[in-house]
């Protein structure tokens, strides 16, 4: 479990539940107009995609749908997490060949 523990993962994973939560209160400011919730379903595109491979084809998703929204967010943050995660397990790796190499 230790593994999985990331500082890198968190800091990615704030940073998009940040941006997720600003493009939604922007789609609240502009709901009513024309694609006021493009921004928000291109952040929510991981999700949407996947969703999409699980239902069989067909996924709806917009700014009206507070519980996709939600899990949009939260699966877009875990994803940011994971790729954090990754990008510290290999600058850690390659730290530590580096240093094993000079001694």
Same mark, same amino acid.
Not at 58 to 61: P, Q, V
């Given at each position: @479990? =230790?593994?999985? =523990?990331?500082?890198?993962? !968190?800091a *990615?994973a704030a940073v #998009?539940?940040?941006a *997720?939560i !600003?493009? #939604? &209160?922007? #789609? &609240?400011? =502009?709901?009513?107009t024309?694609f $006021?919730?493009? +921004?928000l379903?291109?952040?929510?595109? +991981? *999700?949407t995609?996947v @969703? =999409?491979a699980l239902n069989?084809g067909?996924? !709806? *998703?917009g700014?009206?749908m507070?519980g996709r929204?939600i899990? $949009?967010? /939260?699966?877009g943050s875990?994803?940011?997490y /994971?790729?954090?995660l990754? &990008?510290e397990t ?6 530590r060949l !580096?240093?094993t190499t000079?001694?």
């Open positions: @479990m =230790r593994r999985l =523990r990331s500082w890198t993962g !968190a *990615f #998009y539940a940040v *997720f !600003a493009l #939604y &209160v922007d #789609y &609240v400011r =502009r709901s009513g024309w $006021a919730d493009l +921004p379903s291109l952040a929510a595109l +991981p *999700f995609l @969703m =999409r069989g067909s996924f !709806a *998703f700014g009206d507070p929204v899990a $949009a967010g /939260l699966f875990g994803l940011a /994971l790729g954090g990754i &990008v290999i600058i850690r790796l390659l730290t !580096a240093l000079r001694a």
